[in-house]
């Protein structure tokens, strides 16, 4: 299907200039980031765009930066960028895992982070990802008024977000890593390049003996929202590398507190099965990292 068609196609070159885009065509504005996700909406109709504001010449909004602070990533960075980031490896590097598996090629080439989390699609790889880092978003909205939302409160339901219309996402932070620290993301999905059925992401932090001193367990590809399992996470604290009783039993208690839906293409029961088989090997290549091994 062709979309309707589309009166005005705007490319600022500054933040300010896409917010006085969107404040001047107010209601008709849509804005593109990659536009791997929302075009195929535009293209069945699902969205009528007579204005698009392609936000693609911006570049303030692209980059990543890790410090003593913590880590920032411009949100129009695209997926290929991020996989090849090095910096980003141990606490962050689950950001690189879910940059390689997301989508194909084409996909990696043109889509971008920031796009990812405002769409905000139940399968996608970013969200769970992000909350498993304990990211925050920066919005900035009109005469450049910033606010600051955690991503356990960004994320509010299948394709929505808190960002209002008149709002660009214009940073996503990483918090600092307390010790060592390591992360990772893996997906399940009927085809290599699809979307995932189910997706884990995991950090761990570890004191120098290697046991958990802090954790996070998010999940993405359920219903109506990715989520975090606190039943995972306290029982990974405490546990230490290796402890693969004590790993089981951690995404076991994910599978239950998490409680997924089935759909065509997978029953419940097995969508469990998934999470504690996809939980282990996450867990796992976290406490690896965090200790400094293999990427």
Known sequence: MYPAIIEK???????????????????????????????????AR???????????????????SVGEDGATI?????????????????????????????????????????GSLCWNYVAACMPPTVLALDAQVELTGPGGSVRSVSTSEFFLGALETTRRDDELLTMITLPAAAGK??????????????????????????????????ARFAVGGILPVVKRSAAAEEQLIGTKAGASDAISSATAAAAE??????????????????????????????????????A
């Open 9 to 43: 196609y705007l490319a600022p070159s500054t933040v300010a200039d896409a917010l006085a885009a969107i404040a001047q065509h107010n209601g008709e504005a849509t804005v593109f980031a990659g536009g791997m996700s929302i075009m195929q909406a535009i293209k």
């Open 46 to 64: 699902l969205i009528e765009a007579r204005c698009v504001i392609d936000l693609g010449n911006i570049d303030e909004l692209r980059g990543v």
């Open 74 to 114: 411009g949100p129009m960075t695209r997926y290929a960028d991020l996989q090849r980031e090095k910096k980003l490896h141990g606490a962050y590097q689950a950001i690189n895992d879910a940059a390689t598996t997301v989508g194909d090629r084409q996909v990696r080439n043109r889509g971008t982070i920031g």
């Open 181 to 214: 620290a390591g992360s990772s993301y893996k997906k399940w999905s009927t085809q290599v390049d699809g979307l995932p059925i189910i997706g884990v992401a995991v950090y761990v932090e570890t004191d120098d003996g290697g046991t958990c001193t802090a």
């Open 257 to 294: 507190e998490l409680d997924p839906q089935g759909d065509r293409w997978v029953q419940a029961a097995y969508r469990k099965l998934l999470i504690q088989s996809l939980g282990n090997e996450v867990v796992a290549k976290a406490f690896e990292r965090a200790a400094g091994g293999a």
